[in-house]
């Protein structure tokens, strides 16, 4: 497995975090666009194996392969410089500014954005032999999502839209924890089997994903699914990126960080000094 102590890999996350900060546009652009197109088709893989089977617990042991592929392959999704870029920042690494760290999400979120949107494309074609008849049984149930996960939460007001926030919270305390599965080992077979667990857990309990939302959304409203470009973004994307981005910083990022990275003195014994007679 070579597993490297907690010490170890958060040092390995906060180098991560500051070569995203600095790293070129097109680097940055190209790289979040193959995270995105590439976690769409995973989702796209695991509603099938769903539809498939009626057993969304096949999908969520099966889905997590997408992610350990784009990973492996070194590309970023938004979910995961929430948590690396901050790191640099509390590190002090030279060069690294908060306004290269809104740079480096919103670049990611781009080409996220844009990869998904692809992959979401191309998967309408297939679902509905280019346009040309109703969406296949798979295609249907994304449209059907698309529904459920926005007007559903709009039904709820101010509750449905806290509700979304915290999924997206839960969400990438999973997803981030992933990430940093990436970096636990040295070798690929512990790296997969570190990042595969907190993924097929927070794709098992429907917590709400910012990348695969851009995949699952735009394909819904491909398909004729019975909701708005509006109600997309007000009433899922925009509290899910804001909830991925306060659990991936809180329960993951600065947890570590705090602990790992700047671990306190350890406390003395408070044992009296036992002097042995001559």
């Keep these: 497995m070579s597993y490297l102590a907690p010490a170890e890999f958060v040092t390995k996350l906060i180098d991560a975090g500051e070569s995203k900060i600095m790293m070129s546009t097109k680097d940055t652009l190209v790289r979040a666009y193959m995270a995105g197109a590439t976690l769409a088709l995973a989702a796209a893989f695991a509603v099938t194996i769903n539809v498939q089977t009626g057993q969304p617990l096949a999908g969520a042991i099966l889905f997590p392969v997408g992610f350990c592929m784009l990973y492996l392959l070194g590309?970023?999704?938004?979910?995961?410089?929430?948590?690396?870029?901050?790191?640099?920042?509390?590190?002090?690494?030279?060069?690294?500014?908060?306004?290269?760290?809104?740079?480096?999400?919103?670049?990611?979120f781009t080409g996220n954005f844009a990869g998904a949107l692809t992959t979401a494309f191309l998967m309408a074609i297939y679902f509905t032999n280019g346009f040309s008849t109703p969406p296949s049984e798979v295609g249907a149930k994304l449209a059907g999502t698309g529904v459920a996960r926005t007007l559903g939460y709009a039904e709820f007001g101010a509750a449905g839209w806290l509700t979304i926030f915290v999924r997206g919270m839960l969400c990438n305390w999973m997803v981030s924890t992933g990430v940093v599965g990436a970096q636990i080992s040295t070798s690929v077979s512990g790296k997969v089997i570190a990042m595969w667990m907190p993924i097929m857990l927070f794709f098992y309990m429907v917590f709400e994903h910012s990348v695969v939302n851009m995949f699952l959304f735009p394909t819904a409203l491909m398909l004729g699914g019975d909701f708005t470009v509006g109600d997309y973004f007000w009433w899922n994307e925009v509290p899910t990126v804001l909830g991925n981005l306060v659990g991936g910083v809180t329960f993951t990022g600065l947890m570590l960080y705090s602990t790992h990275a700047r671990t306190s003195p350890k406390r003395a014994s408070g044992k009296p000094d036992i002097k042995i007679a001559a």
């Excluded at 999704?77 to 760290?101: E, H, I, S």
């Design 75 to 108: 590309y970023d999704l938004l979910t995961g410089v929430f948590v690396l870029a901050p790191l640099a920042m509390w590190d002090k690494r030279p060069g690294c500014t908060w306004r290269g760290v809104f740079r480096n999400w919103g670049l990611v």
